[in-house]
């Protein structure tokens, strides 16, 4: 019942082996079809994101058997060479396998530490794979555990709540002074790559309203076709800063655009309700003197990044907590692992142990001809009786003494001992 | 068993500021929900301390300033759960709840003021009271409201963003918060202002007679009346608004302290 990992990831592979590695739905379930119909993996599940792709599955022989197998699977299924692919795989078993996946899920092993959606993905992976058939009850156990730990830590700690990009940032603090977005309106300066990210952030907070101005008027009208929005004339202050709560500045200029007059005017249009800019300008397009103005809040790139960098920080410190999550249920998985496992050890040594008692009993039975077939019969139940009393009372502990499963570390040594012909429950 | 009331009181109260904190501190919405139950439980409890106490001195809450002060920070707790409710926001239960605590701790520790039962006064007296310290708790929280409104922005503008301030309510929020307890504020004191009339008029039949209360009472009138429309105007929106608010809790707490006891002769505790 071993648990094999191999995979790729944003680590360990570039993007242009990552993409030819990945997996679609339907190229997952005939994965699956495939690895079982060649006996290479009894369970299957392929976790395939635009970082990572992975297969997780259960052997039917030992793990460290197949892993070469799975990595030559992955190369003819993909068509990717063998030496281009062997350098980016990493390979892990059982206790690394099981830790590796609930690190995945916690965000520690995603590029933007503690992201959100990776726990989605998981989710999504093992939904399709368990609606297939192509996962059985370790992998089950397996990643409802991983679904376990990635809500832990993200209702536990605060690995994934502060924003981690430029962009993010000023969105939530926008959102600390109007709070939710869906009844507020932003105005863009520029039509750019910085404020395309921007718009994206906007429109994921729900912004009721975009406006977007641009010296080229092209750029603009482009820029609303992609996001949505309405393009404004450039320069025309009054009317376009009268309505939006948000103002995002990325433009190309040496000198700043919005001027503090400007600024002064609108405040004055607009009844003093407060403005929230948004310079992501280099050099700056919002005049400093701006910041001091009755409730106009203006952060720069600089104090962004700033504010980036010391979420960055708390996250950091977050780790720790998060990783004594993962601990903890590792744990507990391995437990439920040897807890099975143990149990089987049990039920095929008393098989074991049955057929020695059948060929020791004609053995010495032979030679024994004064006992008729009722004397013959007791002497079987009572070594029969003999043999349950020694099993019964360490099975049931195994069942129900958990402290001492963990103390029983190697269940295959245990097996090797008393199943010499490596019998396998 | 003679303090039960008293015991669960604190214990819901003191249940309902760890819960918050810890909202507050890790943004976790089950625990910020189960503040707001402790609270719920701990004004059902604080009711029957009231009571409990009342009828043990044979009077009205009100009528020594340990009762007033235990009734304000019931009515506190009240208006507090009713803001909550209505602008679901629980990040700022982490401020109210000690000043809850405080007053409740305080009122019912302190030994009680056995002074002679006053007389029967009738309903339009209890109502006048009760309005008046509902009244004055709507604009204790909007004083809290203001502060954590002014402590924010403060924070937004220094760029120093600590844990907190990602979990505080936003600006708009605590302005409209802030409001909204000024307007039941300003309609308590209104009507339980004009009840007071008329039980005086019954009991002295004369609807007016001077007392230095009243001035400072109609001072706290006006004052959060100009409060509640400036608090909209382009020129005091935010954070001069706010600092109003402050002042004006100012005169108000100088109204329960300085003029009941020293100027007012019918106004003791409240």
């Given at each position: 019942m071993e648990i094999v990992l191999v995979g790729l990831n944003h680590r360990t592979a570039p993007v242009e082996v990552r993409e030819r590695v990945s997996f679609t739905v339907e190229q997952s379930r005939k994965a699956a079809d495939e690895l079982r119909s060649r006996g290479i993996l009894a369970e299957t599940l392929v976790l395939s994101t635009c970082n990572r792709s992975e297969i997780y599955g259960v052997p039917p022989e030992s793990s460290h058997e197949c892993a070469p197998g799975l990595s030559s699977f992955l190369s003819e299924f993909h068509a990717v060479r063998a030496d281009v692919l062997s350098v980016s795989l990493y390979h892990h078993y059982d206790r690394a396998a099981v830790r590796h996946l609930f690190r995945v899920a916690a965000g520690l092993d995603s590029m933007l530490l503690g992201e959100a959606e990776i726990l989605g993905q998981v989710r999504e992976a093992y939904k399709f794979a368990h609606e297939y058939g192509a996962t059985g009850p370790v992998l089950n156990r397996l990643f409802q555990g991983a679904l376990e730990v990635g809500k832990r830590v993200r209702t536990e700690t605060e690995l994934g709540t502060r924003p981690m990009s430029v962009a993010s940032a000023g969105v939530k603090l926008a959102e600390r002074i109007f709070g939710k977005m869906n009844e507020r309106s932003a105005l863009v300066l520029g039509a750019g790559t910085i404020s395309e990210q921007v718009v994206n952030q906007l429109r994921d907070r729900g912004i009721a309203r975009l406006f977007i101005m641009n010296r080229s008027r092209e750029g603009a009208e482009e820029l609303a076709g992609r996001v949505g929005g309405k393009v404004v004339g450039w320069g025309e202050w009054d009317t376009a800063?009268?309505?939006?709560?948000v103002v995002v500045t990325s433009v190309s200029a040496e000198e700043p655009v919005l001027r503090r007059e400007i600024l002064q005017a609108a405040m004055a249009a607009r009844g003093n309700r407060a403005l929230f800019l948004m310079d992501l300008g280099v050099p700056r397009n919002i005049e400093a003197a701006a910041a001091d103005l009755y409730n106009v809040y203006v952060y720069n790139l600089d104090d962004l990044t700033e504010i980036v960098e010391q979420n960055r920080h708390a996250r950091q410190s977050e780790v720790p907590k998060a990783e004594t999550i993962v601990d903890e249920h590792v744990g507990k998985f391995l437990s439920w692992q040897a807890s099975v496992e143990l149990v089987g050890l049990v039920d095929a040594l008393r098989s074991r142990l049955r057929e020695e008692r059948a060929s020791f009993i004609r053995a010495r039975m032979d030679t024994m001809n004064h006992l008729g077939a009722v004397e013959r019969a007791q002497v079987e139940s009572m070594m029969d009786e003999l043999l349950e009393k020694l099993l019964v009372e360490p099975a049931e502990r195994l069942r129900g003494e958990k402290e001492l499963r963990r103390k029983i570390q190697n269940v295959e040594a245990l097996r090797d001992l008393f199943l010499s012909n490596r019998e396998k429950p | 068993m003679k303090d039960l009331f008293l015991i669960l009181t604190i214990v819901a109260y003191a249940g309902s500021l760890t819960l918050y904190l810890r909202f507050l501190n890790t943004g976790k919405e089950i625990t910020g929900r189960l503040g707001t139950v402790f609270l719920g439980l701990g004004l059902v409890a604080h009711y029957f301390a009231l009571l409990e106490r009342s009828r043990g001195m044979h009077t009205v809450p009100y009528h020594d300033v340990f009762g007033a002060m235990s009734l304000f920070g019931w009515l506190l707790a009240l208006t507090y759960l009713g803001l909550e409710l209505f602008h679901r926001q629980r990040s700022v239960g982490a401020f109210v709840l000690p000043f809850i605590l405080v007053f409740f701790v305080a009122a019912h520790l302190a030994p009680a003021d056995r002074l002679s039962p006053p007389p029967a006064k009738g309903i339009v007296f209890a109502f006048h009271v009760t309005l008046s310290i509902l009244a004055y708790a709507a604009f204790a929280l909007s004083f809290v409201f203001s502060l954590i409104f002014l402590a924010e922005e403060r924070l937004l503008r220094s760029r120093r963003l600590g844990n907190v301030v990602w979990r505080l309510p936003p600006l708009e929020l605590l302005e409209r918060m802030s409001r909204s307890s000024v307007f039941v504020g300003l309609l308590s004191i209104a009507v339980g202002t004009v009840l007071g009339f008329v039980w005086v008029d019954r009991l002295h039949g004369q609807i007016w007679y001077y007392d230095p209360k009243y001035v400072v009472t109609l001072l706290v009138l006006v004052l959060y009346a100009l409060y509640f429309h400036l608090a909209r105007s382009a020129t005091w929106r935010g954070a001069r608004a706010s600092k109003l608010c402050i002042f004006n809790f100012f005169v108000v707490v100088m109204s329960f302290t300085v003029v009941n006891l020293y100027l007012s002769q019918s106004h003791r505790y409240f």
């Open positions: 800063l009268k309505l939006p709560d | -």
